[in-house]
């Protein structure tokens, strides 16, 4: 009997430990300050604190918007996440080929997900038809990662609503500026060119997104194709294998193609002197923490030989001590893709010495960062915005800057999910 009462008092002082525990860390995370951060480990702003009205209260949008700020901000987050992974790089699919499908909260685009979209009359077909594609985030290869050997890469969902909003609110710019070019430039990922079938079939083909993309924009705007392009360069060094995003020499194949459609010769690669810089682990390391990559880091490749230029604010402070689209500090950081024009703002503009009469607006996600410094070679003056942060109506931008073209680059991944839309939309609300 007594043993019986001794193994009930230590059953029940488990579970008080347990709960202390529990209500220990909610209630310190509720009174923790909860400022706005970027995750690096997912490439995406935190979330805010939802406002809480009558419309989001009942709609139930707004307990799972809390959810989320309350996950972003538990207590210690970001070590319990390193813990997670270690966990979960035991699950997936492993095989014999050093293959697995990893778990990945994170975006690139690190936008609002617009549930009046997703959620519209095309998500409101029949679930359970084993074709549908892209009408619900309830996707069976959503929020994951394919490790592939010594890389991992996202997997893209068609989601044809989101596809849909994204070209009509670029059609109302192409109508609202009707004397300025407007163009988009997406590009496609790395699983897109992975040559083992059986694994990239996990993914859906971008090159249907991007048929997609072009279908729904009107005659006005010019889809600028990149893909054969990429697609003949495969066996390059056109992608990192430890970050989700391009390498510069990607980018430079872009360019190329950019610059034809703009009437201008492109440079070839023997006109730029290329340094390579070793031991960039990216954003898809940091999500996965594999051994693998850590053991195969990348190299972060810089084109040089670009016409004079001037990064700085709107205002005409330079970003870097010599103010150039290249900031040499970040090739010392962790977050070396950073060279790029110093990694994602909120706005800048660049000015180069050349006489094309040409100033291009480009509305992006990171993608563009590699890109943009090729974008000196075709344009006097370059605005840059990047919609994740900047919210203002940019019209007045437009006009006082005399923009005579407007370049979109996304990447095809955009589309996974309905958000992007909305945040070019808010620019010309």
Known sequence: ????????????????????????????????????????????MSQTLPPLTKDSLFSGNYFGAFDQFYSDHFVMRSKW?????????????????????IDFAGANVAGEIDETHTSGEAASKDQSESDSKGQSLELQNWGKLLAYEDKVMEINQINEAA????????????????????????PPTQI???????????????????????????????????????????DDYIYFRTDHHWTQRGAFYAYQVLSQHLGVTPKTLSDFKIDAYPGYLGSLYNASQLEVLKDNPD??????????????????????KDGDVYIESYLTDSQMYGIFCGGDRAVYKIETQNHSGRKILVLKDSYANALIPFLTELADEILVIDPRMYDENIDSLVSDEGITDILFINYVLVNRWDGYGGLYEKLIQ
Do not use: C, W
Not at 220 to 233: C, E, P, W
Not at 299 to 320: I, K, W
């Open 163 to 186: 596809i849909e909003h994204y070209t009509s609110v670029i059609n109302n710019y192409a109508d609202r500026y009707k004397d300025i070019q407007v163009s988009v430039l997406m």
């Open 1 to 44: 009997m007594f043993n019986h009462f001794k193994g009930f008092k230590k059953r029940h002082f488990n579970i008080i430990v347990f709960l202390v525990l529990v209500m220990g860390f909610g209630i310190i995370g509720l009174f923790t300050p909860k400022s706005e951060a970027y995750i690096a480990s997912e490439n995406r």
């Open 81 to 101: 996440v390193a813990l997670s992974q270690v966990v979960k790089k035991y699950e997936g699919i492993p095989s014999k080929d050093n293959v697995a499908l």
């Open 299 to 320: 190299v972060v490749e810089v084109f040089r030989g670009l016409p004079h230029n001037q990064m700085m604010s709107l205002q005409g402070d330079t970003y870097d």
């Open 192 to 234: 897109e060119f992975l040559e083992d079938e059986d694994y990239k079939s996990l993914s859906d083909s971008e090159r249907e997104s991007l048929d997609l993309v072009k279908k729904g924009l009107s005659d006005t705007v010019d889809f600028v194709d990149v893909y054969d392009s990429l697609k003949a360069h495969q």
